[in-house]
């Protein structure tokens, strides 16, 4: 469309707002849409951003006659965007910005659910770069000659992060989900209220969990969705953070396990998980600052908050696992847990190292002090940290139950990987101490060395298959994490026999002699061996510090 015809529009808009005059508006926005079917150019986003800026003042005094023609407006916007010169690539970041920026007002508390559940849907379009985000096979995004090479399509997509980032939109998407989940709030409680009181209240049917899924009303999933794309960026995990997310995605847990139909491989609980594993994963200090009760200032005088397996550098064999993890679920392409840590190779300042490595003990016995100061304060764990610690235990519990296959094994396993994130941040790690996952994480990690079975554990969960290898790894790796940081925890582990089973697996003549040992793959053993060693290297360093007796950490019979 030409710049005249945008200049006609917005001077339409402008006029008295007068019912003989509502049709050309609204047949205006429309024909605008319809003109510019495969995307605005760069050179209109400006008059384009004053046409919505006015279109939603409108509909905030009233006019939700609108509300139909600005989402298809927006829908348009959420199209690949066309450029006509050169100079068009020098004008797009402040033209977006100034876009994105007035969007946000569509998201405000008393905008129309509709639009907002437009906006949010094309700002999770936009984050994704038209869903070719790099790493994911097969997006289905630009094709033809906007497609390009995949250089082209990683430097659009950061592009576009680095966009949503300057518009600071993500706090005003962050509202939105706070608000929406406030209202669902509010209208379970009016509905249960009503049904209590008048049980044959036909308005009860109304109610928005009535239909036993967190799919209704669009509002929320299309909020999340958006979250989702942003929890990419390393940028946009600090705004996340910064907005309150972990206190939303709590409530989503929470909504989750409260609805009978809303299990866990619910898919909004698998985004929620995703979410948490990105905002860890990306941003640390903040998060560590978030949950940690007078950390702000300790989490920026760190790269990363103190870990166990850090400390213990010898064998980062857990850390590289949840890394690669990491990248294979959620930021490139799918790995399992296990087979990433059979593909380890660990290196420490650019030296090789093994478990035998005197340079790797000097290195586990220079950062035995830090270990210890962080056991001295263990901070405090701030309110939204136990709730979401219990969120989750609560979650992996329900997932445990279910060992029908693969795919809900590897979204147990996902929900293990949060926690071992959070088991890096000191002020977690006694909350997860007194949260309901304590007896089971332990009853996973000396299942079957020292007991044949456990209350806590169903037939069927602990196998050898890869997803069951990983779960035992990850969990391992928990229980190190937190019994470097909380002493209860760590005379709990002790007790429960924890470093017995360490020794038991690492002992050459246990795979022959033990049925629990045996029972892996030489991979698999290998695996569990190499993790296995690295814990008992710090834990050595560590039973000094502790004073624990030396026969607590023998095995009684390892046959």
Request: include cysteine; charge should be negative.
């Amino acid at each position: 469309m030409a710049s005249s015809d945008l200049d006609k529009v917005v001077k339409l808009l402008l006029t008295q707002q007068i019912p003989e005059l509502q049709e050309r508006h609204l047949a205006a926005i429309d024909n605008l849409c319809k003109n510019n079917a495969a995307g605005f150019t760069v050179r209109d986003l400006p008059r384009v951003a004053q046409i919505l800026q006015i279109t939603l003042q409108l509909i905030s005094k009233g006019a939700t006659q609108f509300v139909g023609p600005i989402c298809s407006l927006i829908r348009t916007l959420a199209k690949p965007y066309r450029k006509q010169s050169i100079t068009d690539e020098l004008l797009l970041s402040d033209v977006w910005v100034g876009v994105l920026q007035t969007l946000a007002h569509g998201l405000q508390d008393g905008m129309p659910q509709q639009l907002q559940a437009c906006t949010a849907e094309m700002l999770a379009e936009l984050s994704s770069a038209y869903n070719n985000r790099p790493g994911v096979p097969d997006g289905g995004g630009l094709q033809g000659a906007q497609a390009g090479e995949p250089s082209t399509l990683k430097r659009l997509y950061e592009q576009h992060q680095c966009l949503l980032s300057r518009s600071s939109i993500a706090l005003a998407v962050c509202s939105a989900l706070q608000t929406a989940l406030n209202n669902r709030a509010a209208a379970w409680h009016s509905s249960t209220i009503r049904s209590f009181f008048w049980p044959g209240d036909s308005s009860n049917q109304q109610h928005p969990s009535s239909s036993g899924s967190l799919d209704s009303p669009p509002l929320v999933p299309a909020l999340l969705a958006a979250v989702l794309n942003f929890s990419y960026s390393g940028e946009l995990c600090q705004q996340l953070l910064d907005a309150g997310v972990l206190a939303q995605l709590t409530q989503l847990l929470q909504l989750a396990a409260s609805k009978e139909a809303a299990g866990p491989a619910d898919k909004l609980t698998v985004q929620v998980v995703e979410v948490l594993w990105n905002v860890l994963q990306l941003a640390p200090n903040k998060a560590h600052s978030v949950l940690s009760q007078g950390s702000a200032s300790q989490s920026t005088q760190q790269a990363a908050p103190t870990r166990f397996a850090d400390s213990m550098v010898t064998e980062p064999i857990i850390e590289e696992a949840v890394a690669a993890h990491d990248s294979g679920n959620n930021l490139a392409t799918g790995s399992s847990v296990s087979s990433a840590v059979g593909s380890w190779g660990a290196t420490v300042s650019g030296q090789e190292v093994g478990h035998h490595s005197s340079a790797a003990a000097e290195t586990a016995s220079s950062s035995t002090p830090a270990v210890a100061a962080s056991s001295n304060t263990e901070p405090v764990a701030t309110k939204i940290a136990q709730q979401l610690l219990e969120a989750l235990a609560a979650l992996f519990c329900c997932q445990l139950q279910d060992t029908s296959g693969r795919q809900v094994k590897e979204q147990r396993n996902d929900t293990l990987a949060v926690l071992h994130h959070l088991s890096n941040i000191p002020s977690c790690c006694a909350a997860l101490g007194n949260s309901s996952l304590f007896a089971i994480i332990l009853a996973i990690a000396t299942t079957p060395e020292l007991q044949p079975s456990s209350q806590h554990i169903p037939q069927g969960a602990l196998t050898r298959d890869e997803p069951d290898l990983g779960m035992k790894l990850l969990i391992w790796g928990i229980i190190g994490n937190t019994a470097a940081r909380s002493a209860a925890f760590r005379a709990a582990a002790t007790a429960a026999g924890f470093l017995r089973v360490l020794l038991l697996v690492v002992e050459e003549s246990a795979a022959r002699g033990c049925f629990a040992v045996g029972r892996w793959s030489p991979e698999q053993l290998v695996t569990l061996r190499k993790l296995a060693r690295a814990v008992l290297l710090q834990v050595r360093l560590l039973c000094a510090l502790w004073q624990t007796p030396t026969a607590m950490l023998l095995p009684c019979d390892l046959t």
